[in-house]
Structures are given as structure tokens and as C-alpha cells.
């Protein structure tokens, strides 16, 4: 099993509204990311997990709010978004951290925030 | 911050057309990955360059590593309408690890 899962594909949510974003891969990977994707740009690093640590943090809003559960699965919280926040949202993983491997993304979740 | 810069920005081409995208670095790259991103789609892993001067070939796709290790290209050979699409390349941050990405060559190819 070579994917990663993403869910929901849509979501529309309002400025007070809080939700989250999913993410699963079962391929064994110890490194997972959240990145950001506006239209016609490349996808931009939020945060990463390495072995369920989080060991980077690109100084994103507090109003995402990232988990790891366990190895497999990276959620991604929303709170009070801001409708600057509305693009698609990719979760990627490799087998170790920090871009010494191939990233694996996942069909990502496109957000529009009301 | 290290950045890497990915030319051109677009690039239209008739089927059967050539199509090279460039990426350049003013700092030596331990090294460089290559990402294709569909419309609507997702970035998908192409390939991996480590090594100074390498050249590897997948089909109609050949990748380049510079000898200098602060360039890289891609060139398809006869394009295809399949691949249309925008073309990514990534490269490790020395300071952080973490995967720096061009601005990306967005390829349409008219049949």
C-alpha cells in the first residue's frame, strides 16, 4: 500500500466554525507533513512529524492546531480560520524525516473558509 | 533562507515538442527531487538526483544533477498530451532538512 488517505476531499467552513483535517498512511513512514497549496504555487511547509514529534513548526497561526495520534495518522484542527486560509491542504509522508526521501502526498483536502 | 529558482514559469508546446525546465541554486544541494502535479491533482514523487554530474531516464523524461550540484533539469522528449501538468523541483535546506520547492514549470502541450 503505497497511499495516503486524506479526508474530507471538500470543506467549507465559516470563521467561527472548528474542524479537522485527516491524514493516514500505512506504508511504515516515520516522517509526516501538513502543507499549504494556494493556486499556481508550489505546496508551502506548515509543520512536520518526525517519529510523532512534531520538529518543525513554520511559525503557523496558532488557529492550526496539529496531532499525531500515532504513526500512522496526522490530523490537522481548525479554528477561527480566515478566509486567506482557503486552499488546498496536503499531507505528505516519507519513510524518515526532513528531505532526505521521497515525499508521498495524499489527494488533499481544498478549504474554503466563509 | 536558501531558495531554489525553477525557470521557465510556463511553457506551451506542440505534441511531439521537446520541453526542458531548468531549477538553480546559488548554494551547493545535497540534493534534488523532482515532483509532477497533474490539474487538480496532487504532487507526485518523480525521482531523485544525489550525485554531482548525475543523468537518469525514465521513458521520455531525463533528469540532470549539475556538476556543481546547484542545477538541475528535467527534458521530455516528445511530449505528450499526458504530460500536461506543473513540474516541481525540491531540494533538501542544508540549515533545516527540510524539502525547499521551485515556483514550479506549468507544461500544456497542444495536440
Known amino acids: 500500500d503505497t497511499e495516503v488517505t486524506q479526508t474530507p476531499k471538500h470543506l467549507v467552513m465559516g470563521m467561527t466554525n472548528k474542524k479537522s483535517l485527516k491524514c493516514e498512511q500505512h506504508m511504515g513512514h516515520r516522517a509526516m507533513y501538513w502543507y499549504k497549496q494556494k493556486a499556481k504555487k508550489p505546496p508551502e511547509l506548515m509543520f512536520v512529524?518526525?517519529?510523532?514529534?512534531?520538529?518543525i513548526n513554520e511559525s503557523v497561526p496558532s488557529r492550526f492546531s496539529p496531532e499525531c495520534p500515532n504513526s500512522s495518522l496526522l490530523n490537522l484542527h481548525l479554528h477561527a480560520l480566515q478566509p486567506e486560509d482557503s486552499a488546498l491542504y496536503l499531507c505528505?509522508?516519507?519513510?524518515?524525516?526532513?528531505?532526505?526521501?521521497?515525499?508521498?502526498f495524499g489527494p488533499g483536502t481544498r478549504l474554503t473558509v466563509t | 533562507g536558501q531558495q531554489v529558482m525553477q525557470i521557465p514559469q510556463y511553457q506551451h508546446v506542440q505534441e511531439g515538442e521537446d520541453f526542458t525546465t531548468y531549477c538553480n541554486s546559488s548554494?551547493?544541494?545535497?540534493?534534488i527531487q523532482w515532483y509532477k502535479q497533474r490539474p487538480g491533482g496532487h504532487p507526485v514523487f518523480l525521482i531523485q538526483l544525489v550525485k554531482s554530474g548525475e543523468v537518469k531516464k525514465q521513458k521520455r523524461l531525463t533528469f540532470q544533477f549539475g556538476e556543481a550540484k546547484k542545477n538541475s533539469s528535467l527534458h521530455i522528449t516528445a511530449t505528450q498530451t499526458t504530460d500536461v501538468g506543473t513540474y516541481f523541483c525540491?531540494?533538501?535546506?542544508?540549515?533545516?532538512?527540510?524539502?525547499?520547492f521551485g515556483q514550479g514549470t506549468t507544461l500544456q502541450v497542444k495536440p
Open positions: 525540491a531540494a533538501r535546506s542544508g540549515n533545516t532538512g527540510k524539502l525547499i
Open positions: 505528505a509522508s516519507s519513510p524518515l524525516g526532513l528531505g532526505t526521501y521521497e515525499q508521498y
Open positions: 548554494t551547493t544541494l545535497s540534493n
Open positions: 512529524y518526525s517519529y510523532e514529534k512534531l520538529s
